[in-house]
């Protein structure tokens, strides 16, 4: 009885002390919220009531490192040093000018000219970074700091001090070891610490673990300059794995560089996508740029035009029309449809055929439609349906709404389906424009029967929907791609190793100034999967080459042979040519 007694004490005390840890713990966080609240709110203000002058100043804090899916690392933070002025221009001891000046240039191994042209930029600023340099060396440059005030003939520290105006600080800094790689994609943060592009804006709060960039409160306190760190919230930022393959990323790197160097395009896009799971593999653009060097660069090479831009899509169109078309009935796969050897008249003008193959043929099969990529064709089975149809169809390949996957992606433009003319133009893909990303996966719900949302993190779950088509046509229109490459418009992207499927495009641009479509300003296009039973979709845009023989078959295509013969290299795919 009497331990029974013991035991219900010790309980009734043990349960006392857990109430009294929680209160106090409750208590801690009020009292440190309350203290942040206090800072980040009250004590700025108080002090311009008193008639100081103060600023706010943000800079990097630690964000979680971004690697490839096999381990590489794009992007990691590492601690710097640097050097703050504070209304320099105030500092009129030109003699101490000079000698900070000096000691620093040889310090810091940076040239005197650079860090006056800084000064000079900055010094009526109330806050300015001067120069960052290795943390290692913080120690030395507050000691040459004291040391500019420190007169040796009189052995003491003499008036104006320099330490009133210049000080050292210390922040994270953002570095990507492999520069230009995947840039575009990547995006940069800046040295006050804003993600301003990239993966670094769209996983910003998830990176820096929803911590703000460092705040500081810069004030003078009788003549001495004052940095005093205002509250941030406190998280865990965490490190980033993305979908990307680094083998894969730098075969599209190269790939790049080859179109760039034998084309010279103004833009460049290509993209490898996994077709079951829609993790994006590869993902390279052009105009490109050195993240680590950011300021040298205008936004225009800087911005993902894999999202950001969008493009008319030409005959790249013709297989999601073709599909729908069969899968309602509306055509049947031997339907034969008349293309008037290759000519076909809309409004005022005559719409012909390219190959010499249809410009001998009165009728054609949707298959050989594809093959040889024929407009009249395309004209004559989209004039079939009306526009609600039409829209229908882009609903049914998910071509109304982007991905909405990345920061700044574009919405499709789509021309009036209720006009007579546009739908016929449509046909071809003319009058209707799409962002790359957005494309790709379109067609590969076209050719897997599934739309797969895409993702550029690895562990991220995918999310996969079937669309409103039959199996039937999902193995109709991959067969008909694969002959697109056997013997079509497609046959240069054709592998020893692989069966691949695909399909051209040619898309003439509109320009504003001729107030007409060009005829010399174009986007090429290859759109494809490897191998028959598909493992990878492949993007590759290629828009306004200089050259001669400019459509996708002959701009595009090839690239497409090559990436899918080291793709499964990479991956060990089983050949399925015999």
């Known amino acids: 009885m009497e331990s029974l007694r013991i035991y219900q ?40 009531e008193s008639n100081i002058e ?32 504070n209304k320099f221009s105030h500092f009129q001891d030109v003699v101490k000018r000079e000698k900070f000046i000096k000691k620093l240039s040889k310090l810091l191994g940076v040239k005197e000219s650079v860090l006056r042209k800084r000064i000079k930029e900055n010094e009526d600023r109330n806050f300015f970074e001067l120069i960052t340099f290795p943390i290692s060396l913080k120690e030395e440059v507050k000691k040459l ?42 995006g940069f943060v800046t040295e006050k610490g804003y993600a301003a592009e990239g993966i670094e804006r769209q996983f910003d709060a ?58 010279k395009p103004k833009k460049v896009v290509i993209i490898v996508m996994e077709t079951e799971t829609g993790k994006v593999r590869g993902y390279t653009t052009y105009p490109d740029y050195d993240p680590n060097r950011y300021k040298l660069y205008p936004y225009q090479r800087i911005r993902n035009i894999g999202v950001t831009d969008r493009f008319e899509i030409g005959s790249t169109f013709k297989p999601f029309l073709i599909a729908y078309a069969i899968d309602r009935g509306i055509i049947g796969k031997n339907s034969l449809i008349n293309i008037n050897y290759g000519k ?42 009306s526009p609600n149809r039409y829209y229908d169809l882009f609903k049914t390949f998910k071509l109304l709404h982007t991905p909405g996957v990345l920061h700044g992606e574009v919405k499709p433009y789509i021309s009036n389906l209720k006009i007579k003319i546009n739908r016929a133009y449509a046909s071809i893909g003319q009058g209707v424009a799409f962002n790359p990303l957005h494309l790709i996966t379109s067609f590969n719900a ?36 694969i002959e697109v490459v056997e013997r079509g418009t497609g046959k240069r992207a054709r592998s020893e190793f692989y069966f691949a499927g695909g399909k051209t495009g040619t898309a003439q641009k509109y320009d504003p100034e001729l107030k007409a479509y060009s005829k010399k300003k174009l986007v090429t296009y290859f759109l494809g999967f490897f191998p028959s039973k598909p493992k990878f979709t492949i993007l590759i845009l290629v828009d306004e080459p200089k050259g001669k023989n400019l459509y996708g078959g002959t701009v595009a295509a090839p690239y497409f042979k090559e990436i899918i013969e080291k793709l499964g290299a990479i991956y060990g795919i089983r050949r399925d040519r015999t």
């Not at 005030?149 to 570095?175: A, H, L, M, W």
């Open 145 to 186: 700091i004291r040391s500019v005030d420190y007169d040796e003939e009189k052995k003491r520290f003499t008036e104006p001090y320099i330490s009133s105006f210049v000080g050292v600080g210390e922040r994270y800094k953002r570095y990507y070891p492999h520069g230009k790689f995947a840039s575009n994609l990547i």
């Open 206 to 263: 998830y990176l820096r673990g929803g911590k703000e960039p460092a705040k500081y409160l810069i004030y003078k306190n009788k003549g001495i300059t004052v940095v005093e760190p205002l509250g941030t919230q406190i998280y865990e930022p965490k490190d980033l794995t993305l979908s990307l393959n680094f083998k894969v990323q730098a075969l599209l790197e190269e790939i790049k560089r080859k179109i760039v160097k034998k084309w």
């Open 9 to 48: 004490r010790r309980e009734r005390v043990f349960k006392s002390r857990v109430i009294l840890f929680i209160l106090l713990s409750f208590l801690g966080v009020i009292l440190i919220t309350g203290r942040l609240i206090y800072i980040n709110l009250f004590r700025e203000k108080a002090l311009k």
């Open 344 to 385: 076909v008249k809309v409004h005022k003008k005559y719409v012909k055929d390219v190959e010499l193959y249809l410009r001998r043929r009165k009728y054609i099969t949707p298959r050989e439609l594809l093959v040889y990529s024929s407009n009249v064709g395309a004209i004559k089975v989209g004039l079939m349906l």
């Open 446 to 481: 076209l050719i897997s029967g599934n739309y797969v949302k895409p993702s550029f993190v690895e562990n991220e779950k995918t999310e996969v929907r079937k669309i409103e088509i039959k199996p039937s046509t999902v193995r109709w229109i991959r067969n008909t791609l």
């Open 54 to 85: 103060v600023e706010v100043v943000k800079v990097q804090t630690y964000r979680g490192i971004i690697r490839t899916s096999d381990g590489k690392i794009l992007a990691l933070s590492y601690p710097v040093a640097y050097v703050y002025a």
